[in-house]
C-alpha cells in the first residue's frame, strides 16, 4: 500500500492530501536532528516508530492553525521556539530540565529520561488538566496510601511463608511491586544516584532511576507530577489509532477484577469492531458516529470527541474519563456512586476504614457524587448510546444495568453476611479480631466474590456482553458457586463444633 | 482505501466493477427518503452504517437476476413495490404492518420497531424456512419451557439468598433473565403498553416493549415468529463479511459450556485465519474454497455454499445449521446424537426428564436422529474438511473425535455415578428426593464436569484445538481434577459416619 | 486490493516489482504439473494455497541469488533438477521417495505423505540442523520416554475410573493421546499397512499410517526424522508472515502451563501489534527493527534475523529457539537453567529421577547450562531490546524478572514443603510410598500452583504483562489462594488426627 502510495504520488500532485507522503519536509530541531543522528543507530526501533507519527511531521504552529473540532493541540499558548519544528526527541527530553530529578549532562544537552504530562502539556494543556481530576491520575497514592488496599495487596502478592504451620505472606517488595499492581496503578520514581557507563559512543553518565521502567497511569514523576500519557499513547509513535483502539485498555483492563475488554470482545459491538474496524478512520478529527466507524471502542464512549454526520457535537472530548461514569462498578466490595474526588484515600465508611461503603453495603454517602452528578454524568454517556439507539433500546438496556448493580450489590451481601458469621463464630481471624480480611484461604473465596464474580456480572450487564461470557465464562454461574461453597464450609465448620 | 478508491474511479471508468463506487445511484423510496432526512441526525450510527450496505444500493430486482450460485436472494416472487428500491428503512419497519404487535403511527407511516424473519422473508425465504428447522429458532422455548433446565438456570442466575443458615437461589427475574440466558436464547416480546415523549421532532407516540433490546436467536417476536436474524446478521449493515467471521458466533459461543470460538482460536484453522484475513474475500459468492479463504471460518463449515475453483459445489448453504451436524456434544449430561425436532421440550428420557439421556447415558433414541440421517449429516461435513485434506487426513481427525464423545460419556459416566451416590447416601438432596440436582455446591461440581469439562475436551477434538488449549486452558485439567474432587467429598463424608 | 494491482499492472509495466503479478510466469515441473490437474479440482485448498505461496513462484536457482541477509534458502548446494523449478508438490512428495515408509505408488509417481525436515532441508539445510538442536525437536521422547512426565500425563488425560470407591486414571490410549500430548509434541508415526479406496480417479492404493493428522514439533517421521516444519510453517502457503505472527505459537503455547501467547496479547508489545500490524511488513528479510515493524512478535525475539536501518545485523536467525533463552521458566516444579542437551531424558535429579532439580529446587546441575553459556544466551535476547530500548530500561526489567524467578521459586518451595508433609504423613500418597504424586485431588491443587500460577507470574515478568493479566486473570491470586488452600486442607486433616 505504502509503495502503491508512493507511486500514484509520484504520479498525479494531486492526490498529495490523501496520502500525505507528497508534504512539504518537516522541519525538525537541530538538537532533534543530533540526536536521530547517534539514536537512529542504536534504537532504530524508537526513531523509526517516531518517524512515522505525526509529531514527526506537524508543527505545533500548523496544528494549532485546525478548526476548533478538528484541533489536537488545545495549549493556547505555545512558546515560539517549540512553535515551528515539529515535535522530535529534544522538544520533550530537554523541556523544563530543571523540573527533572533525572536530568542529566548528555553530548552536551541537558537530557531527562522520564518525560511526564507537564512536558506534554506544553501543547496539550487541556489533556492534562482534565487527567489530573481522573481518578487513574491519582492511583498510585489511592493504592499504596490506603490501609486496607494495602493488606489486600500484601495477600495476593506477598510471598507465601508458613510460620509454625500457619501460612502467611510476607510483605511485597519493590520490585515485585513494579511489576505487578503499580505496572498499572504506577511506580513512584526516584533518582537514586548516576553512573557512568562504557558505551558505542564513550564513556557516558546516566541517572539510575527506582522505579524505573514503568508507564502506568498514576505514576509520580521526577518532577513530582502525576500519570503517564505513554500508558496509553504509546511511545514513540504515540498514535491516536491504537489510543483508540481496545487493545489499549486491555494492558490494564483484562483481568477477572476489571474485565473490560473481555466483556467488550465479546458483545456485539466487540464483534462489529473485530470484524469490521479495517475500514474504519481512526484518525479523524472528530470522529464521526457512523462515517467513521460503525460501533465503539472503549475510546468512543469514554474519551473521544463524537459528531453527527451533521457536524454537530454528540459529546466533547474528555481526559477525566469518570465525566461519563456514573456508577463505580469494580474493585471494591460493593458497586456505588463514583467518588467526589479522585483522591480516594480521604474517603471513610462508618467504621473509619478507608472504604466508600460498610460491610453491609451502606454507602459513605458524603464522598460519593450526589444525585446531580450522576444524572449529568449518565445522561453524557447515554448520548453517546443514542447516536446508534433509539431512545427505547437505550433505557431498556439501562434499566437491566440498574437493576444488575442492586442484584449483584444484594448476592455480595449475602456472601458477605456468611463471612461475618463465619468471623464472628472465629472459624477465620477478620476484622473484628484486628486480622487481616483477605489473607486466609475462605477469605480469598469471599474476596473472589465482589472481585471478580459480581463485578463480572455487571461489567456483562453495563456493555451488553452478557449472554455467554457473563454466565458462564465468568460472572453468574462462579458468583452461584462460590457462594454455595462459601455457605457449606461455614455450615461444615457449624457441624464440627 | 476509500478515497484512493474514488480518485481512480474518476479517472478510469472501466473500474467500476472492482470498486462499486461508480454505480447507476441506487433507487431509495421516497418514504425510506423521509426516514433518513430526521433520523441521519439523530441516529448517525444506523443511518450510516446501513450507507455501507449492499441492501442501501441493491434492489431486489437486480440481486434476482444474478446467477444461480451467486445470488443471495432466494425468494423467487417478490412485490413490485419492494423489488425496484433498494431495501431502506420503509420497507422493513412498515412491512406487515398489521402483524406486529409493536406497530404505531409515526409521521404518518405506520412503522414497528422489531423486524421479525418473516420481514426478511420478503426476499430471503428460504433462509427464514431453513431458520425455522434451526433449533436455534426455538432456543426460548427449548430453555423456558423445560423444568429441568429451568432449574438449572435458577441456580446459576437466581440470586442467592440464606433461608435458615442454607443456601437458596431465587428464581430469576425478567430482567435478569434478558441480560443473561434469553440475551442469547431471545426473549419473549410483549407490547405492554404505549407512551407519548417530548422529542426534538415534537411529541410522538411510541411503544413500549417488554424484553426489549434483544437480538437473541430464538427470540419470540410481536408477530409471533421466531427468531433474529440480526444475531449473526448485525443491524444496519446486515454484513456478510460480519456474519462470516468467527467474532458474531463468539459473542454466544465463547463461554466455557460451548467454547467454540476459543477452541477455533487456539487451532491452526483460527491461526491461519488470525495471520491471513486480511486478504480473504469474505463477499464473493459463492464462496470458493483456497481462492477467496485458506482457512474455514464457523460458516465455512456450518452455513455457507462452497464451491471449488471449478465451479462445482462442495456444500449448499444452509441456514438449519444442524443439517452439517451428527452429535450435540454439549450443553447436557452426555453428548448424544442431535435431536430428530428442534423442538427440544418433546424429548423425555425413560424416566420421563426432558433430557435426552437417562442418568447413566442411556440415549433418549426415539427423540434421536436415526443412522441414516446421522451417516448423511456427517458425509456433508466432511465434504467441507476433504475440500483442503486428503481423505486419511479426515478420518484420522473423526476417528479421534468418535473416540473421544465415548470417553468423554464414560468420564461423566463415572462423575455421575459418584453424584449419584452422593444422593443416595443423603450426603445432598438429589432428583431422588425431589430437589434440584443443580443447586448445592457439590451439585455444582459435578455439573462443570460435564457442563464444562467432557464438553471442552470434545470441541478440543472436533475442532482439532485440542493441543495445549484442551489439556490445560479448559478440558482434560479440569475435568480429571474435578472428577477426583468430587470422589474425595464422598469418601470424606463416608468416613465421617 | 488484488484487483486494483492486476489493472495497475496492466497499464504500467513499472508496478512490477511491488506488486509480484506481472513477473515471468513460473516453471512447474511436469511432475507436479499432472498433480495440479487432478488436484486442483479434489483439494482446492490445498493447491490455490500453494498457489499464493513463494514456494509457486521461485525456483529454488532465483533464490540463492539473494544477497547473504535477504536469503531464505541456505543450503548451498541444491541439485540441478530441483533447482530450476518452483517448489511444487513433487518436489517434496516424491523427495527422497526410498527413505519413506509411506511412499507408494500413485499414478507413475512414488509419493509420499508426510514431508519431514529432510525433505525440506533440500534447501533448508541450516534451519534443519539449528531446529535439530532445538529442545523442541525432541519433543516427543522428552515426554513420552520420561516415567515422571508419563505419570503426569496419565493423572491428566487418563480416563477416571472407581475402583473400590477410590479414583483412578486409566492409562491414556493412543487416540487421546494424540488429540491432547502429542498433538504439540508430535505423535510416532507408523505405516501399519496399505488399503486399496474407490476414488472418483478409479481405484488407487494409499498407505495407512498410526498417529496421523499430526504437525506436532517433534514428530517422529516416518523416514526417521524428528519435527514437523509445518507445526509454524503451515501447509501449503508455508508463510513466512502467518510464522511471524503470534497466532502460530498460540496454538501450542496458550494454556495457563506456558500462557505466552496470552501474557503478549496483555502486553503493550501485544497492544501495539494488535493495533498497527497491518501496516508491518511480515514478509521482509532481513527484518529491519522499526522500519518492518514497531513492536516484536514472538519470532522477532525468538528466531528472526533482525537489522537496524544502517543495514547492520541485531541478531542473527536461529531455528533452535533456545539460543536466545537461558532459564526455562515452566513446564517443571522449579524455574531453572535451560539444559545443556535438547534431549531432557538424559536429565537425572539427586534422588535419580528424570527431573532438573530436586523437590526442594537444588539443581541437577551438571545437565544445565553453565554460567558462560547463561550469559552468552541472555546477551543474545537483551540485543533485541536494546534496538527499542535504553540501557536503564533493559536492566531495570532483568532485573525484575530474575527477581520473579527466585520469588516463584520460593512460593513452589513453600507449596512444595507442604505437599511433602501431606506425604510424609500418609494424608495422601507419594513418591515415597512409590506413589504418584500427581494423581491424587490435593496433589492436584499442589501442581497446579507450579505448572500454572508461578509460571504465569513468571511468564507476566518476562514479557513485562505483569499488571491486571499477571495479578488476576492468572498468576498471583491463583497462587496465593492455592497455597493458602493447600495449607488449610493439611491443618484440617492434622486437627482430625
Same mark, same amino acid.
Not at 534504537?43 to 484541533?71: N, Q, Y
Not at 522505579?211 to 503517564?228: C, E, F, Y
Not at 456505588?336 to 453495603?361: C, E
Given at each position: 500500500?505504502?509503495? *502503491?502510495?508512493?507511486?500514484?504520488?509520484?504520479?498525479?500532485?494531486?492526490?498529495?492530501?490523501?496520502?500525505?507522503?507528497?508534504?512539504?519536509?518537516?522541519?525538525?530541531?537541530?538538537?532533534? /536532528?543530533?540526536?536521530?543522528?547517534?539514536?537512529?543507530?542504536?534504537?532504530?526501533?524508537?526513531?523509526?516508530?517516531?518517524?512515522?507519527?505525526?509529531?514527526?511531521?506537524?508543527?505545533?504552529?500548523?496544528?494549532?492553525?485546525?478548526?476548533?473540532?478538528?484541533?489536537?493541540?488545545?495549549?493556547? !499558548?505555545?512558546?515560539?521556539?517549540?512553535?515551528?519544528?515539529?515535535? @522530535?526527541?529534544?522538544?520533550?527530553?530537554? /523541556? #523544563?530540565?530543571?523540573?527533572?530529578?533525572?536530568?542529566?549532562?548528555?553530548?552536551?544537552?541537558?537530557?531527562?529520561?522520564?518525560?511526564?504530562?507537564?512536558?506534554?502539556?506544553?501543547?496539550?494543556?487541556?489533556?492534562?488538566? /482534565?487527567?489530573?481530576?481522573? =481518578?487513574?491520575?491519582?492511583?498510585?497514592?489511592?493504592?499504596?496510601?490506603?490501609? %486496607?488496599?494495602?493488606?489486600?495487596?500484601?495477600?495476593?502478592?506477598?510471598?507465601?511463608?508458613?510460620?509454625?504451620?500457619?501460612?502467611?505472606?510476607? $510483605? $511485597?517488595?519493590?520490585?515485585?511491586?513494579?511489576?505487578?499492581?503499580?505496572?498499572?496503578?504506577?511506580?513512584?520514581?526516584?533518582?537514586? @544516584?548516576?553512573?557512568?557507563?562504557?558505551?558505542?559512543?564513550?564513556? *557516558?553518565?546516566?541517572?539510575?532511576?527506582?522505579?524505573?521502567?514503568?508507564? +502506568?497511569?498514576?505514576? %509520580?514523576? *521526577?518532577?513530582?507530577?502525576?500519570?503517564?500519557?505513554?500508558?496509553?499513547?504509546?511511545?514513540?509513535?504515540?498514535?491516536?489509532?491504537?489510543?483508540?483502539?481496545?487493545?489499549?485498555?486491555?494492558?490494564?483492563? !483484562?483481568?477477572?477484577?476489571?474485565?473490560?475488554?473481555?466483556?467488550?470482545?465479546? !458483545?456485539?459491538?466487540?464483534?462489529?469492531?473485530?470484524?469490521?474496524?479495517?475500514?474504519?478512520?481512526?484518525?479523524?478529527? $472528530?470522529?464521526?458516529?457512523?462515517?467513521?466507524?460503525?460501533?465503539?471502542?472503549?475510546?468512543?464512549?469514554? %474519551?473521544?470527541?463524537?459528531?453527527?454526520?451533521?457536524?454537530?457535537?454528540?459529546?466533547?472530548?474528555?481526559?477525566?474519563?469518570?465525566?461519563?461514569?456514573?456508577?463505580?462498578?469494580? +474493585?471494591?466490595?460493593?458497586?456505588?456512586?463514583?467518588?467526589?474526588?479522585?483522591?480516594?484515600?480521604?474517603?471513610?465508611?462508618?467504621?473509619?476504614?478507608?472504604?466508600?461503603?460498610?460491610?453491609?453495603?451502606?454507602?459513605?454517602?458524603?464522598?460519593? %457524587?450526589?444525585?446531580?452528578?450522576?444524572?449529568? #454524568?449518565?445522561?453524557?454517556?447515554?448520548?453517546?448510546?443514542?447516536?446508534?439507539?433509539?431512545?427505547?433500546?437505550?433505557?431498556?438496556?439501562?434499566?437491566?444495568?440498574?437493576?444488575?448493580?442492586?442484584?449483584?450489590?444484594?448476592?455480595?451481601?449475602?456472601?458477605?453476611?456468611?463471612?461475618?458469621?463465619?468471623?464472628?463464630?472465629?472459624?477465620?481471624?477478620?476484622?473484628?479480631?484486628?486480622?487481616?480480611?483477605?489473607?486466609?484461604? =475462605?477469605?480469598?473465596?469471599?474476596?473472589? =466474590?465482589?472481585?471478580?464474580?459480581?463485578?463480572?456480572? #455487571?461489567?456483562?450487564?453495563?456493555?451488553? @456482553?452478557?449472554?455467554?461470557? +457473563?454466565?458462564?465464562?465468568?460472572?453468574?454461574?462462579?458468583?452461584?458457586?462460590?457462594?454455595?461453597?462459601?455457605?457449606?464450609?461455614?455450615?461444615?465448620?457449624?457441624?464440627?463444633?
Amino acid at each position: 500500500m505504502r509503495h *502503491l502510495s508512493l507511486i500514484l504520488c509520484a504520479l498525479y500532485g494531486f492526490m498529495a492530501p490523501f496520502t500525505g507522503f507528497c508534504e512539504d519536509r518537516p522541519v525538525i530541531s537541530s538538537a532533534t /536532528q543530533q540526536c536521530l543522528d547517534c539514536h537512529g543507530t542504536y534504537h532504530p526501533g524508537i526513531v523509526e516508530d517516531w518517524k512515522k507519527s505525526r509529531h514527526a511531521v506537524m508543527t505545533p504552529e500548523k496544528a494549532m492553525a485546525a478548526a476548533t473540532l478538528s484541533r489536537k493541540v488545545s495549549s493556547t !499558548s505555545i512558546p515560539d521556539a517549540a512553535k515551528s519544528v515539529v515535535v @522530535g526527541c529534544a522538544e520533550c527530553h530537554t /523541556q #523544563r530540565p530543571k523540573s527533572h530529578a533525572d536530568t542529566f549532562s548528555h553530548n552536551g544537552f541537558d537530557v531527562h529520561v522520564v518525560v511526564s504530562p507537564e512536558d506534554c502539556a506544553v501543547c496539550h494543556s487541556q489533556e492534562r488538566d /482534565q487527567y489530573g481530576g481522573n =481518578i487513574m491520575a491519582h492511583a498510585w497514592k489511592n493504592l499504596a496510601e490506603n490501609k %486496607i488496599y494495602q493488606d489486600l495487596k500484601q495477600s495476593i502478592i506477598g510471598n507465601p511463608i508458613r510460620k509454625s504451620g500457619k501460612l502467611a505472606f510476607d $510483605p $511485597p517488595d519493590a520490585l515485585t511491586n513494579a511489576e505487578t499492581c503499580f505496572y498499572c496503578h504506577g511506580t513512584r520514581l526516584t533518582v537514586t @544516584g548516576f553512573e557512568k557507563r562504557d558505551t558505542d559512543a564513550g564513556e *557516558l553518565e546516566f541517572p539510575i532511576i527506582d522505579g524505573w521502567p514503568n508507564q +502506568g497511569v498514576g505514576r %509520580i514523576n *521526577l518532577d513530582g507530577s502525576k500519570g503517564a500519557c505513554t500508558a496509553c499513547h504509546n511511545r514513540h509513535g504515540f498514535s491516536m489509532e491504537t489510543a483508540r483502539k481496545p487493545y489499549t485498555c486491555k494492558e490494564c483492563h !483484562s483481568g477477572p477484577d476489571v474485565p473490560a475488554y473481555k466483556v467488550y470482545e465479546a !458483545s456485539k459491538h466487540g464483534n462489529i469492531a473485530a470484524s469490521k474496524q479495517s475500514s474504519w478512520d481512526f484518525q479523524a478529527v $472528530p470522529w464521526t458516529v457512523g462515517r467513521d466507524f460503525t460501533a465503539p471502542t472503549c475510546a468512543t464512549c469514554h %474519551i473521544s470527541l463524537l459528531t453527527n454526520t451533521d457536524g454537530e457535537v454528540v459529546v466533547q472530548r474528555t481526559h477525566q474519563m469518570n465525566d461519563r461514569l456514573s456508577t463505580r462498578i469494580f +474493585g471494591l466490595i460493593y458497586a456505588h456512586r463514583q467518588p467526589k474526588n479522585p483522591d480516594t484515600t480521604l474517603i471513610r465508611n462508618s467504621a473509619g476504614l478507608g472504604l466508600p461503603t460498610d460491610f453491609d453495603g451502606t454507602p459513605a454517602s458524603q464522598y460519593l %457524587i450526589d444525585d446531580t452528578e450522576f444524572n449529568k #454524568r449518565q445522561k453524557t454517556l447515554q448520548a453517546v448510546c443514542l447516536a446508534c439507539h433509539s431512545l427505547s433500546w437505550v433505557k431498556g438496556h439501562w434499566q437491566r444495568f440498574d437493576h444488575t448493580i442492586q442484584t449483584t450489590n444484594a448476592a455480595t451481601r449475602t456472601a458477605t453476611d456468611i463471612m461475618r458469621d463465619i468471623w464472628k463464630k472465629g472459624y477465620a481471624s477478620g476484622p473484628d479480631r484486628g486480622a487481616s480480611p483477605f489473607d486466609e484461604s =475462605i477469605e480469598k473465596k469471599w474476596s473472589a =466474590i465482589w472481585l471478580f464474580d459480581a463485578n463480572n456480572s #455487571r461489567f456483562a450487564s453495563a456493555m451488553a @456482553g452478557g449472554g455467554d461470557y +457473563g454466565v458462564f465464562a465468568e460472572g453468574r454461574y462462579a458468583l452461584s458457586t462460590r457462594v454455595a461453597e462459601l455457605n457449606e464450609w461455614l455450615m461444615l465448620k457449624g457441624k464440627k463444633e
